[in-house]
């Protein structure tokens, strides 16, 4: 995999590096459509060289971890692992994820500047992040509750590193958000400028969100609050909302307000057709009553600011 990895690095530079471009690929527009294969699957081969060698490590951890069970009475066998080894190789791979993201923009930003290759670390950072919400934080929640009710507890262990080890991929988000910014900021991506930042504000928000959002309910776990998903995390969706109005308005930035009024609409939607079904009255009128004071609040700072809005908003 390292040699391949090096071939196509060594193809990359050398197309980079040429001034006398091949004539077949400038009268067929290839040009540009063959930078973007090479450079990719350089990465590609670059990454995955270690990216396989962490699956197969905790698989074999969770192929190793079977038990036979033996039923004498009821005559059969039932052989169960330790699923929390499966858990890790997805929470360990998107902290390597995340920290081969950073180190490719760190080294495009450094030596390379090349605005494709920055375009494709950009892309393939942000996949990793959004791997890292939708996946990562997943792979911990099970880790945290497989903790917390000490799942097959007979047979496997569960420390609380199963909880510990969230913080310490956290660690990993904060430089690829800081790559990404500092790579946009870079003078070759100018062209590309205003709609990048437009991204990333969504892309930062979304991802202080989505972990604050997966605290929270880990924090009324642990408390052993019931129907964590539900009374607070409306709340808390419908304050951020209000948070992204107000930097919306004061920053003049259009897509923010448009963000919030999503969220806002997501709350809404989120608390008819979920959340209602299983709450108790007073909890349907705190959040009913708290949501209703948060559009008021909007509604107020609106009117109160509106000479700040105009159409042609900066991004």
Same mark, same amino acid.
């Given at each position: 995999? #390292?040699?391949?990895?090096?071939?196509?690095?060594? @193809?990359?530079?050398?197309?980079?590096?040429?001034?006398?471009?091949?004539?077949?690929? $400038?009268?067929?527009?290839?040009?540009?459509?063959?930078?973007?294969?090479?450079? /990719?699957?350089?990465?590609?081969? &670059?990454?995955?060289?270690?990216?396989?060698? !962490?699956?197969?490590?905790?698989?074999?951890?969770?192929?190793?971890? %079977?038990?036979? +069970?033996?039923?004498?009475?009821?005559?059969?066998?039932?052989?169960?692992?330790?699923?929390?080894?499966?858990?890790?190789?997805?929470?360990?791979?998107? %902290?390597?994820?995340? &920290? =081969?993201?950073?180190?490719? @923009?760190?080294?495009?930003?450094?030596?390379?500047?090349?605005?494709?290759?920055?375009?494709?670390?950009? /892309?393939?950072?942000?996949?990793?992040?959004?791997?890292?919400?939708?996946?990562?934080?997943?792979?911990?929640?099970?880790?945290?509750?497989?903790? &917390?009710?000490?799942?097959?507890?007979?047979?496997?262990?569960?420390?609380?590193?199963?909880?510990?080890?969230?913080?310490? *991929?956290?660690?990993?988000?904060?430089?690829?958000?800081?790559? +990404?910014?500092?790579? !946009?900021?870079?003078?070759?991506?100018?062209?590309?400028?205003?709609?990048?930042?437009?991204?990333?504000?969504?892309?930062?928000?979304?991802? @202080?969100?989505?972990? *604050?959002?997966?605290?929270?309910?880990?924090?009324?776990?642990?408390?052993?609050?019931?129907?964590?998903?539900?009374?607070?995390?409306?709340?808390?969706?419908? +304050?951020?909302?209000?948070?992204?109005?107000?930097?919306?308005?004061?920053?003049?930035?259009?897509?923010?307000?448009?963000?919030?009024?999503?969220?806002?609409?997501?709350?809404?939607?989120?608390? =008819?057709?979920?959340? @209602?079904?299983?709450?108790?009255?007073?909890?349907?009128? !705190?959040?009913?009553?708290?949501?209703? !004071? #948060?559009?008021?609040?909007?509604?107020? &700072?609106?009117?109160?600011? $509106?000479?700040?809005?105009?159409?042609?908003?900066?991004?």
């Amino acid at each position: 995999s #390292l040699l391949c990895t090096v071939a196509f690095s060594a @193809i990359a530079y050398i197309h980079f590096s040429t001034k006398d471009k091949n004539s077949f690929l $400038k009268r067929k527009n290839l040009e540009t459509v063959f930078s973007y294969i090479i450079s /990719a699957a350089a990465i590609f081969l &670059l990454y995955n060289s270690f990216k396989l060698e !962490i699956d197969s490590y905790w698989n074999q951890r969770y192929n190793a971890s %079977m038990i036979n +069970i033996i039923d004498k009475k009821e005559g059969y066998n039932t052989a169960i692992y330790n699923a929390d080894y499966l858990h890790y190789s997805t929470v360990i791979g998107s %902290m390597y994820s995340l &920290l =081969f993201g950073s180190i490719l @923009i760190l080294c495009n930003t450094k030596w390379i500047k090349n605005k494709t290759v920055a375009l494709f670390s950009i /892309a393939i950072s942000v996949l990793f992040v959004l791997a890292f919400l939708s996946q990562g934080l997943y792979a911990l929640g099970y880790l945290r509750s497989d903790y &917390l009710q000490q799942t097959d507890a007979k047979y496997f262990s569960h420390s609380a590193w199963s909880i510990g080890i969230k913080y310490i *991929a956290l660690l990993f988000v904060a430089p690829v958000i800081l790559s +990404i910014y500092r790579q !946009i900021q870079q003078s070759y991506m100018e062209a590309h400028k205003p709609l990048l930042r437009v991204g990333f504000d969504l892309l930062l928000h979304s991802t @202080i969100l989505w972990i *604050a959002n997966s605290e929270l309910i880990a924090i009324l776990e642990i408390q052993g609050v019931q129907n964590a998903d539900k009374l607070a995390i409306s709340i808390f969706w419908g +304050i951020y909302a209000l948070l992204l109005i107000g930097m919306g308005i004061y920053k003049n930035k259009t897509h923010l307000r448009i963000a919030a009024f999503v969220l806002f609409a997501a709350t809404l939607i989120k608390l =008819f057709f979920y959340d @209602i079904a299983e709450l108790s009255t007073i909890a349907k009128t !705190i959040v009913f009553v708290t949501l209703g !004071i #948060l559009l008021l609040i909007i509604s107020f &700072l609106y009117n109160k600011f $509106k000479h700040l809005i105009s159409p042609t908003d900066e991004t």
